[in-house]
């Protein structure tokens, strides 16, 4: 999971589970401290996942404050960048008119640390961006959103438009939807919600090979019908 | 079906195609993406045909935006094509007046020429796909008044009541559902406005009794 903690909440904000070569669990937590030798079992695994869901629903309702972080960073971006295109055509005009080195490069100097700030702003735009994604897709697998996507998986094209190996990776990432969260797409998780709407709206059956040829329901975490 | 949506966004939920292959309906969606596996019998066709009923609506209701689409496509077609022309007239006058040399005078023209040409080309493909869907929709329009619908049934069920209706037109009156919207990329207005025509035709010649031999129903 993606860091979404304040500077309070960091110690206590999970952002990764790590499987050791020897078969214990490492947390790692947003302010970078490891916390190792946790037994790799069901119980323990569903706990963390209970965890993990629990921070998810906690971010899901800070929604607005990342998209508006990412139009903010974006719009800033755009602007700055501008400002320091225009800088820098004025240098190149100044010294097309009349040579003034001090001028020409001080529209230099702001024009390139102009471009440098604009790209900075960007790179901050772009990871909420990402974030953003990504809550959408923890608002989608909470409560019983993630029984509704693992139920549309089971209907016959319910995974139309996912290749096959992005098929993989969503079908091993929903046993425990939010520690493998990283692993799930946004617009897998988009396709996989219109194709259940297009069922929904057609309402038809399908032929028994069709049904069969789906892949297994899996209901509540039940590892042993995955 | 034409693609009718105005919005990327609402392709992934347009079904564009209905085949029937081995036995199964394949319903292709404006996307590409295709729904496999559908059970071919008459619910499946009813359930099918009550949301291709809902698409034609929408499409219906975006007639507007369809047209306008279209007009642009043409005016842009319009400025390309001028474009082009003064390209090569800017190129002509700029080689007399300019102190540049032929070269440069040959870049600067063929450059407008050949971008004109590429926004020809592109507006002229976007204003055909536009002209296609206003079709579509006005066939749609067209066969939504239920008189129609009865008058075009009961012509088509006469002698010579499908006369100058195109091959393709005259298939669908031999389905259970000639206005089945699953076929709606055969039908064509001009069809049903012959069919009318002929209508109108043939009441004439009954009324001065000339009836052919067997004035019956096929």
């Known amino acids: 999971m993606k860091d979404y903690a304040s500077e309070k909440e960091k110690e206590k904000f999970i952002t990764n589970v790590v499987l050791e070569e020897d078969g214990t669990l490492t947390l790692v937590f947003a302010d970078g401290k490891k916390y190792r030798g946790f037994p790799h079992n069901k119980e323990m695994l569903d706990s963390v996942e209970k965890k993990l869901e629990k921070q998810g629903k906690s971010v899901v309702k800070k929604k607005g404050k990342f998209v508006l972080a990412q139009t903010f960073c974006g719009t800033v971006s755009g602007l700055i960048t501008s400002a320091g295109a225009l800088s820098i055509l004025a240098g190149v005009q100044q010294n097309l008119q009349s040579p003034n080195p001090g001028k020409v490069l001080g529209f230099c100097i702001f024009g390139a640390a102009a471009i440098l700030g604009g790209a900075v702003s960007l790179g901050f735009s772009l990871e909420n961006r990402s974030k953003v994604g990504q809550i959408k897709v923890m608002e989608h697998l909470t409560g019983e959103g993630k029984n509704h996507i693992r139920e549309i998986m089971g209907t016959p094209n319910g995974m139309v438009g996912v290749s096959s190996k992005k098929r993989k990776i969503l079908e091993a990432a929903m046993e425990y939807p939010f520690i493998s969260i990283d692993s799930i797409q946004p617009k897998v998780i988009e396709r996989v919600i219109i194709n259940g709407e297009n069922n929904q709206r057609l309402g038809v059956s399908y032929t028994d090979s069709a049904l069969t040829s789906a892949p297994k329901v899996f209901i509540k975490n039940n590892r042993e019908g995955i | ?218």
């Open chain 2, 1 to 218: 079906m034409k693609d009718l949506t105005l919005k990327k966004s609402e392709r992934p939920r347009f079904i564009k195609k209905v085949e029937v292959k081995g036995g199964t309906y394949v319903l292709t969606y404006a996307d590409g993406n295709k729904f496999t596996g559908i059970e071919y019998n008459d619910e499946n066709k009813k359930k099918i045909e009550s949301v291709l009923k809902k698409q034609a609506e929408l499409g219906i209701i975006s007639r507007r935006s369809f047209k306008l689409r279209k007009t642009l496509c043409g005016v842009v077609s319009g400025f390309s094509a001028a474009m082009m022309i003064g390209g090569a007239t800017f190129a002509e006058g700029l080689s007399r007046i300019s102190t540049l040399d032929t070269t440069s005078c040959v870049i600067a023209g063929g450059s407008l020429i050949f971008f004109g040409s590429v926004s020809l080309f592109i507006s002229q493909q976007k204003r055909t796909k536009n002209k296609e869907k206003l079709e579509q929709i006005d066939t749609l329009c067209f066969l939504q008044d239920p008189q129609t619908r009865t008058d075009i049934l009961e012509t088509a069920s006469l002698p010579n009541g499908l006369t100058g209706v195109s091959s393709q037109g005259k298939k669908l009156f031999d389905k259970a559902d000639p206005f089945g919207l699953i076929d709606v990329d055969s039908m064509h207005k001009e069809d049903y406005q012959t069919i009318l025509g002929n209508q109108r035709v043939l009441t004439g010649l009954a009324g001065e009794g000339i009836k052919p031999t067997q004035y019956i129903k096929k």
